[in-house]
């Protein structure tokens, strides 16, 4: 009589955990996507299977991202996240301002020294270099060769003889 009870007993406890044993996947996933909804989280899927949400998707940027994943491991009932939501790629930097032409590169620095009152120097420019030629006073060498540095250029072959 006693097994009888104990087994009576054992079969309606075990009915009755089963019965309150736990949400579906079906229940845990649609519980996190109403989750993500509410919190406003858009660009994120979620997926549940065994009690583990998995979620995918691309955002922004971490913090919605984060924001995904901490609301979804606040649905009761769900034992893990694999968070495999991405961030959308960073925007290039700004282009850089574009390279003086030659051209413009050779007028700035034939600008500078006529400014300094020098004549006698040729100012050749390829690709950003610039190559000085002729003939200068010693003590006014630096002077020119400050000119063609600060016109922003990549070299400055100095060529220059002193008298």
Do not use: H, W, Y
Request: with cysteine.
């Amino acid at each position: 009589m006693k097994i009888k009870i104990f087994t009576v007993f054992a079969l309606a406890a075990a009915l009755f955990l089963s019965a309150c044993g736990g949400k579906s996947d079906a229940d845990l996933q649609k519980a996190a996507s109403d989750k993500l909804a509410a919190e406003k989280v858009a660009g994120v899927t979620v997926a549940v299977k065994d009690g583990v949400a998995t979620l995918t998707g691309e955002v922004a940027d971490i913090t919605v991202k984060n924001k995904a994943a901490g609301a979804v491991k606040g649905v009761e009932g769900i034992k893990s996240v694999d968070d495999k939501v991405t961030t959308k790629p960073l925007p290039p930097p700004p282009a850089a301002e574009q390279p003086q032409s030659d051209p413009m590169i050779k007028g700035v620095i034939e600008e500078g020294i006529k400014k300094l009152g020098l004549s006698g120097i040729t100012v050749a420019v390829k690709d950003g270099e610039v190559t000085l030629t002729g003939t200068v006073a010693k003590d006014r060498l630096a002077e020119v060769v400050k000119v063609a540095m600060e016109a922003d250029v990549k070299k400055v072959n100095n060529q220059l003889k002193t008298k």
